[in-house]
């Protein structure tokens, strides 16, 4: 029997190890998080991150979610590296099952993070990271003066697009149909900027460069005729997947998959299950939000404990 299993290893979930395992409740860390993404979460494909607190000079992803783990080892957080594949929080004790066994918990944290919808593409895969993004926030100040290029044709890629034109030179908005989807207040502001043009009923069809991004060869959908483009980046903006699908029937999801908790704290509908980070927050989707809410949810769950002396 657990004080708490935490499932996901990214920023939520390790910053909810070392909380909970520095106030003594012996954590039981699942690091897959039964997505199919590696270990460590979306910073295991981000090369540069300069945007987390304490790194003046910038961290790799990779170098920080390690810095994450060990601190969550050094105060007793047990890792297993095995995809969590069911859960059963219909009753208490909770349940989690890995490896065809099941696991006892007296608390759950659910950290399963998210995933950025992709376009595809083979060399979308291979220059990710290299000129490929999908977040601007993280992205953005690396293209200071260079052509970009965003495609979407949503909220997010309107709001993406808009930022970015900050640093961009020039910003083509590469769309598959003949109008946005995007809010009224968000296309207008698109539109109008100055720097920004769209490339209407056009699709990607392939990233362009070696070693890094050099341009895009755009498909017309209705003509079937390529171009090429010249771009320094391509940050693509069709939206995420939460990683919530084994919780459906189990927690409160919203309309699109991510878990609902009570406002202000990380508690789920189900007494004694929290959720942080990117499965629950679509708003920021930043590494150090999602650490804050590791964090709340490992106090969520110490102070949950201790109110019913479990």
């Not at 105060?75 to 995809?83: L, M, N, S, V």
């Not at 953005?140 to 640093?167: H, I, M, Q, Y």
């Not at 968000?186 to 460069?209: C, F, H, S, Y």
Request: charged fraction near 25%; aromatic fraction near 6%; glycine fraction near 12%.
């Amino acid at each position: 029997m657990r004080n708490v299993i935490i499932i996901g290893s990214g920023p939520a979930g390790l910053t909810a190890g070392v909380y909970a395992a520095r106030a003594n409740l012996a954590p039981l860390l699942f690091e897959g998080s039964g997505s199919g993404g590696p270990p460590g979460g979306q910073l295991m494909l981000t090369s540069d991150v300069e945007n987390y607190p304490g790194f003046p000079e910038g961290v790799m992803g990779p170098e920080l979610m390690e810095h994450f783990r060990k601190q969550a080892g050094r105060f007793g957080t047990e890792f297993q590296t095995t995809d969590v594949t069911a859960v059963d929080f219909s009753k208490r004790p909770f349940r989690v099952q890995a490896d065809g066994k099941w696991h006892e918990a007296k608390s759950v944290i659910v950290s399963t993070g998210a995933k950025a919808r992709m376009l595809g593409l083979p060399t979308e895969q291979r220059l990710l990271g290299k000129g490929v993004s999908t977040c601007a926030t993280c992205d953005g100040a690396f293209f200071k003066n260079k052509p970009l290029v965003v495609v979407g044709g949503g909220d997010s890629a309107a709001e993406e697009g808009n930022f970015l034109t900050r640093f961009a030179s020039t910003l083509l908005l590469v769309h598959r149909r003949d109008s946005l989807r995007a809010s009224k207040i968000m296309q207008d502001r698109i539109l109008k900027n100055p720097k920004v043009t769209v490339a209407w009923n056009t699709v990607v069809e392939e990233v362009l460069g070696e070693k890094k991004v050099e341009g895009v060869r755009l498909k017309d959908v209705k003509t079937g005729k390529t171009r090429d483009v010249k771009a320094d980046g391509m940050f693509v903006a069709i939206g995420h997947d939460p990683n919530t699908g084994m919780f459906k029937g189990q927690l409160e999801l919203d309309e699109n998959g991510y878990l609902i908790v009570r406002e202000g704290t990380t508690a789920t509908n189900v007494e004694g299950v929290f959720a942080a980070g990117d499965c629950v927050d679509h708003r920021y989707r930043q590494a150090v939000t999602a650490a804050g809410m590791g964090c709340m949810a490992a106090i969520d769950a110490e102070r949950w404990m201790e109110s019913r002396h479990a």
